[in-house]
């Protein structure tokens, strides 16, 4: 079984601690390709990540997706935190925060709650995107029914074959229409040989076996997008990716790329 949360404490340790303050300016990245309407409250450790300072607040000011690994611990990808997605450094964001229990973001339903602090995992690489999580730390806790386990190494639910679903409200064609509603899309998980022969090494990325999964339908058509990214890819019950990165959306020569939540658990462990 997973264990809670005070692992965080360990990578904060590693890293600073960024505190958070006041606003500026930005333009919004943004799932889900071929998916299906889901309600929040049936996947309670879904949440969107958000700032109406920085994104405005025609979609709850949503950027990227998040998911609930402890009360008052979110995970998301580490590329949502930095100054190309937020226009400026994430410690002049003010207003940083999740949402959680509200399918429709111009809805009230739910809770918002303030990020306190972020960690950035401190071996996230921009160039690969290999370690693509960062650790958000809430100003008050959730309920334990909001926390979804993650997948421990060598857990059965990362075996090529598996079927997942990925969550999110983001772009749901490819070419800019991000949801209002959350959205979830089945997947697969693909061999790793898959992703490594897609994305050998590009602009976009490269793949990176040992901190990346690989899923997405063979044939195409079901995917995340823009929009996506820090949300949750799940099997079996259990946390096993995060959405990072992709060459397009949907496209059968291209998978999605997912942070491996195996490589999270590893690095957050406390180190004796
Ligand atoms: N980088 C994107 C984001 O910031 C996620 C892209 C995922 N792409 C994919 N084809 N699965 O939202």
């Known amino acids: 079984m997973p264990r809670p949360f005070a692992r965080a404490l360990?990578?904060?340790a590693v890293a600073a601690v960024i505190p958070l303050a006041s606003p500026g300016t930005a333009a919004a990245d943004s799932v889900v390709i071929g998916g299906f309407p889901v309600q929040a409250s049936a996947v309670p450790w879904t949440v969107a990540v958000a700032s109406r300072d920085r994104f405005g607040g025609t979609r709850g000011g949503q950027f990227c997706g998040g998911v609930v690994i402890g009360r008052s611990t979110v995970l998301t990808a580490a590329h949502c935190m930095g100054e190309e997605a937020l226009g400026g450094p994430v410690r002049e964001l003010s207003d940083l925060a999740?949402?959680?229990?509200?399918?429709?973001l111009l809805a009230s339903d739910g809770r918002e709650i303030r990020v306190r602090d972020v960690t950035v995992n401190p071996d996230y690489s921009s160039?690969?995107?290999?370690?693509?999580?960062?650790?958000?730390?809430?100003?008050s806790a959730?309920?334990?029914?909001?926390?979804i386990p993650m997948a421990p190494m060598g857990d059965a639910a990362y075996r090529p074959g598996t079927s997942a679903t990925v969550y999110g409200w983001g772009d749901t064609t490819g070419a800019g229409d991000y949801a209002r509603a959350l959205r979830g899309a089945r997947v697969e998980v693909l061999p790793d040989a898959t992703c490594q022969r897609a994305y050998p090494g590009s602009a976009d990325g490269t793949y990176v076996p040992a901190s990346m999964l690989c899923a997405g339908a063979t044939g195409g058509g079901r995917d995340a997008c823009q929009g996506d990214s820090g949300g949750p890819l799940v099997a079996s019950g259990r946390l096993i990716g995060l959405v990072s990165w992709g060459s397009g959306c949907g496209q059968a020569a291209s998978p999605g790329v997912y942070t491996r939540v195996s490589d999270v658990v590893r690095k957050l462990r406390p180190s004796r």
């Open 142 to 147: 959730l309920p334990q029914g909001a926390v």
């Open 127 to 139: 160039r690969t995107n290999a370690g693509d999580f960062a650790v958000l730390t809430l100003a």
């Open 10 to 12: 360990a990578l904060a």
């Open 98 to 104: 999740i949402i959680q229990g509200r399918s429709d």
